[in-house]
């Protein structure tokens, strides 16, 4: 697979990865510390000479700091590149964005797959669990690396949404806005339980040896494939699936195969999925995101009171969601605005009508991206960008 | 800052400075974009269409997308100083639970509607026999969102049987003129009718 030859106007173009390494400790939530660390990091734009203009844009699940633009001799751009890019929600003619690769993950940060200095192999199964607060601590630090003392904005959707309400909450000061897309205040019983069967998926397969199979030279594919068309079919929604995939099947169209090789539609695409990620994604990693989604919970700190823990929160608030995800529902993004409302924190919230489900945060859907450019004008505006 | 409608000034003038607003069915969000620089006010819009969503957000005002039918249960007793609702009670399901919760959420409300009993309005249907149309009712009969109709003596019985106290009524005539013959006769010359309430 080849770059495109020519890339599209409004894309950032070719990208570079950056990175940065932290000589301090790191303290996590879960009572480890990591003596050091490494983030990953994109950025797109230009930061103004006051530095005012900066957005820290958050990934998801399965994400990292591959946020838009191309790589060379890639033929996909990066995860967001429906909102990032010249004349894009996250204009980068006026936004300078930053996107970093979470800790845990497995993309160029410390990550499972990093040498663990102690023991001079890979971490694998030692990784400690990290949290949302753990991993807005190391982008705090990054954004003091890159001299940003206040983001514009700092935007995400799903776990990335997630991110961004921590921040309002932990570093309160230092961000202007924070922009909640497809997100929720904590999982629901179902989505734990999808992520359970999806880690028991990994863990169950034999060639996943406790978590150590990188040092065993083998490596958890069937689970982790088995993880990924679990979760795929949840960040669609019923519709969408329909009208991608239909009953359509491979071979005689009056026959069945009465076999279990591909042959609905549906079973290929989610094979590809499955498949593909396999080839670009760790299952230690995998497994490390989905806790820090199962422990998301900042209401937790007070007694289950979400007003109460975004009480100190000083950031404007724009909260987005999708009628077709029931992922992350539209009631869950209205229990994080009824949270704002009861404090009288500012606020703004739109319901967008989209039948992609949960992965219509992806997508450049007209509305979506209309009232996204439309918020970060006057975030802008305010800015001088 | 371009001049509010007149109905919109007068309800404007209503708010007092500082207060918290809540504005029902906020529309392109001007009026509480005015309210936010003229009187200092702070508070929500809450609105179900799109386009009105997004040029609220251009107007910088804090907007919630919110279908008025469903109540105001994303806020609490007591939460505002106002609840504005502006040419919009004729369109939602239940006007009297509206009312009603717009007094629970608000110490007081300003309610704005256009009035049914208008005589022009009357001599659409009762000389031509057609259903009435008017600036202020520019919808035909087949797609217009106004479902409630109501004149300004049936908004005062429902207030009397809600036990809402009225405060302060105004009436405008044709082209959201100041009254002449609708400080006489409000329920047949006055077009638009405005309402300051409270609970009783």
């Known amino acids: ?385 | 800052m371009s001049p509010l409608r007149e109905d919109l000034q007068i309800v404007a003038d209503w708010v007092a400075p500082g207060q918290r607003v809540l504005d029902l069915g906020c529309g392109d969000g001007m009026l509480l974009r005015h309210l936010f620089d003229s009187r200092q006010a702070t508070g929500y819009g809450l609105e179900i269409d799109p386009e009105g969503i997004t040029q609220s957000i251009a107007n910088g005002i804090n907007v919630i997308e919110s279908d008025l039918d469903q109540g105001l249960s994303d806020f609490e007793d007591d939460a505002f100083d106002q609840v504005i609702l502006t040419q919009t009670i004729q369109a939602v399901q239940r006007p009297d639970a509206l009312l009603q919760e717009m007094l629970r959420v608000g110490r007081t409300g300003i309610v704005t509607f256009p009035n049914f009993a208008y005589y022009r309005l009357r001599y659409h249907l009762a000389v031509r026999g057609r259903m009435p149309m008017s600036d202020a009712l520019s919808y035909a009969w087949y797609e217009t969102p106004n479902i409630h109709f109501c004149t300004i003596r049936d908004f005062e019985v429902l207030c009397d049987e809600l036990g809402i106290h009225i405060l302060e009524r105004r009436v405008l005539s044709h082209d959201l003129k100041r009254p002449v013959l609708a400080r006489v006769m409000p329920n047949l010359f006055g077009e638009v009718a405005l309402y300051r309430i409270c609970r009783a």
């Open chain 1, 1 to 385: 697979m080849n770059t495109p030859q020519s890339l599209p106007s409004d894309s950032v173009g070719y990208v570079e990865p950056a990175s940065v390494h932290f000589d301090e400790a790191l303290s996590l939530e879960s009572g480890h510390t990591l003596s050091g660390y490494t983030l990953a990091y994109e950025t797109y734009g230009t930061l103004n000479a006051d530095r005012s203009n900066a957005v820290l844009v958050c990934h998801a699940l399965s994400g990292d700091h591959h946020a838009a633009g191309y790589r060379e001799g890639e033929r996909k751009p990066g995860w967001w590149e429906a909102c990032i890019g010249p004349g894009k929600p996250l204009d980068t003619n006026r936004f300078f964005v930053v996107c970093s690769n979470n800790i845990g993950g497995c993309h160029g940060s410390t990550g499972p797959t990093s040498i663990n200095p102690t023991t001079g192999e890979a971490y694998g199964a030692d990784f400690p669990m990290v949290t949302v607060r753990d991993w807005v601590k190391t982008q705090a630090r990054l954004a003091d690396h890159l001299g940003i003392e206040t983001w514009a904005a700092v935007a995400g959707g799903s776990l990335g949404g997630m991110q961004a309400l921590q921040w309002a909450i932990d570093l309160p000061e230092r961000l202007a806005h924070a922009i909640v897309i497809a997100a929720a205040p904590r999982l629901s019983a179902q989505n734990i339980a999808f992520n359970e069967v999806a880690r028991q998926a990994i863990r169950s397969d034999p060639a996943f040896h406790e978590g150590r199979y990188a040092a065993a030279g083998d490596q958890p594919a069937t689970g982790l494939m088995l993880a990924r068309m679990l979760g795929h079919i949840t960040y669609l929604s019923e519709a969408a699936m329909g009208a991608k995939f239909g009953r359509e099947r491979r071979g005689e169209p009056n026959d069945y195969g009465f076999h279990y090789d591909v042959e609905f539609e549906v079973e290929s695409y989610l094979r590809h999925q499955g498949q593909s990620f396999v080839d670009r994604f760790d299952a230690n990693t995998y497994l490390l995101m989905t806790k820090a989604l199962d422990y998301f919970d900042p209401a937790a700190a007070t007694g289950g009171d979400l007003a109460a823990a975004l009480a100190g929160a000083k950031a404007r608030f724009m909260v987005t969601s999708f009628t077709s995800d029931w992922r992350f529902p539209p009631s869950a993004s209205r229990e994080i605005v009824r949270a704002l409302l009861d404090t009288n924190k500012p606020v703004s919230y739109a319901e967008i009508r989209a039948d992609h489900g949960h992965d219509a945060f992806l997508m450049p859907v007209p509305r979506y991206r209309s009232v996204f450019t439309t918020y970060m004008q006057r975030v802008a505006a305010e800015v001088g960008a």
